[in-house]
């Protein structure tokens, strides 16, 4: 008789218990499915990432560019080097050594 109530509890357990814990697995790995380090919110953070390093490189890109362009203008051959020392001096506001400087009021 005891073994046959002992029987019956191990059924009722295999029947209820398995399932639930099949269920448990389920949502456990669809929850990580979303939230985890390789899920949707892990792969969407590193897409808006991507997007905003995109952003900077074409920004320093753009630097670049405008400051290849900005050079290319002040090889010896094309520009008065004279002009340019003198440029130069006015806009750092240096003066050499056997310069005079004259202050306007």
Known sequence: MRARRQNRAVRLAVLIG????????????????FTGDYGSVARDDVVADHATAQRELDRLEALLADKLRRNRGLRADS???DLLDERARAELGMLRTDEVFLLEE
């Open 79 to 81: 520009v008065n080097l």
């Open 18 to 33: 398995l399932p639930l814990l099949l269920i448990a697995g389920i949502a456990y790995f669809n929850a990580r499915m």
